[in-house]
């Protein structure tokens, strides 16, 4: 799987968007780029995947470059419940191989202020 | 999104003695099924994948032998942690992954269980 390169931290006020970037620029042409959150002590929730358009639900939005060689998350009005670890993460499509298994890289840690 | 649940959230056990922690999913089938570990301040480590009804796939690095995966039906894989030593004290997640395209693009996590070996 390709690696992901993400800053460790990032702050964030109350209200505003948060814009978390990530750079994968060995992704190859049949690899997902899936956005994943923890909050301290308890399992990873999942946010939102994408291939190569942008995508959008309830949560978050991902915006793809063209190029495919790096995305941004954006959560459109962070509140103090968003403050958590956000992996990004590039996964082979699941019916390509075994299971499509998810390799987590060190994330980054948001910390929305009020 | 999917639902997957771990059991316990929490256990103290004694050196030397074995543990199992429990992996079910409740709304969908899980064909696949993922064990990690996470020690504090650390990410995720990918431990191994189970497939139901065939032996786990065990990443680099990790004793199947200590590590006992099993993934006997559609809905729970157990993780039994053998001759357990204060080294092992952790915390465990699973996730899964359905077999159809509606669940199987995306792997839902647990609620993770603290192992703690005293």
């Known amino acids: 799987d390709a690696k992901t390169t993400q800053p460790p931290s990032m702050d964030c006020a109350e209200g505003r968007a948060a814009n978390l970037p990530c750079n994968h620029s060995t992704i190859s042409g049949n690899e997902y780029v899936y956005w994943y959150r923890q909050i301290h002590s308890q399992g990873p929730q999942y946010i939102i995947h994408g291939l190569k358009n942008n995508e959008t639900n309830e949560m978050a939005s991902l915006i793809i470059t063209e190029d495919r060689k790096s995305s941004t998350l954006i959560l459109p009005h962070a509140t103090l419940r968003d403050t958590a670890v956000y992996y990004c993460?590039?996964?082979?499509?699941?019916?390509?191989?075994?299971?499509?298994?998810?390799?987590f890289g060190q994330g980054t840690e948001l910390s929305v202020k009020p | 999104g999917a639902v997957v649940s771990q059991h316990p959230s929490r256990v103290i056990c004694k050196s030397g003695t074995s543990v199992k922690i429990e992996c079910r999913s409740l709304d969908f089938q899980a064909t696949t099924m993922f064990w990690y570990r996470q020690f504090p301040k650390q990410s995720l480590m990918l431990m191994a994948t189970s497939n139901e009804g065939s032996k786990a796939t065990y990443e680099q690095g990790v004793e199947k032998d200590k590590f006992l995966i099993n993934h006997a039906s559609l809905t729970l894989s157990t993780l039994t942690v053998t001759s357990a030593h204060p080294e092992d004290s952790s915390f465990y997640i699973c996730?899964?992954?359905?077999?159809?395209?509606?669940?199987?693009?995306?792997?839902?996590f647990g609620e993770g269980s603290w192992l703690t070996v005293v």
């Open positions: 996730s899964a992954r359905g077999g159809d395209r509606s669940t199987g693009n995306t792997i839902y």
């Open positions: 993460i590039v996964r082979l499509h699941p019916f390509y191989n075994q299971g499509g298994k998810l390799i």
